[in-house]
């Protein structure tokens, strides 16, 4: 069983930044692609970003590009979503995912992870 663990959301006000943490308890992390979703109130689940198993190769949401920078450390068993200049619709909770295919490519489809974890709050105020 593998354990995601998110951490880093809260609330910011539209115009700042917040970077979200993705710990992984398995000590095979290093070769998997992750994921970064989000789902908002009324709305269904969306993809964010995606990183290859050793950070060659990242992917985002076309509509986020050049505000948030996906990134990981395979030695702590991390991956990373730097937010900036947030806006009230970035309002969601955040879930990272593992794919589920070893040393793969990022890829956007949500059915490609088999592993999630249980979601952080980020709230950007107006």
């Known amino acids: 069983q593998v354990l995601l663990v998110e951490s880093g959301g809260g609330l910011v006000q539209a115009g700042g930044s917040l970077r979200l943490s993705c710990a992984a308890s398995?000590?095979?992390?290093?070769?998997?692609?992750m994921g970064w979703f989000r789902r908002a109130p009324g709305k269904e689940r969306e993809f964010v970003a995606a990183?290859?198993?050793?950070?060659?190769?990242?992917s985002y949401a076309d509509s986020l590009k050049g505000r948030f920078t996906i990134s990981r450390d395979n030695a702590k068993n991390t991956v990373y979503l730097q937010m900036n200049n947030l806006k009230p619709e970035d309002t969601a909770v955040y879930y990272c995912?593992?794919?589920?295919?070893?040393?793969?490519?990022?890829?956007?489809?949500?059915?490609?992870?088999?592993?999630w974890g249980q979601g952080t709050q980020v709230t950007v105020s107006s």
């Open positions: 990183i290859s198993w050793n950070g060659g190769d990242t």
């Open positions: 995912a593992r794919d589920g295919r070893a040393l793969g490519r990022p890829r956007g489809s949500d059915r490609s992870y088999d592993y």
């Open positions: 398995e000590r095979t992390f290093s070769t998997y692609a």
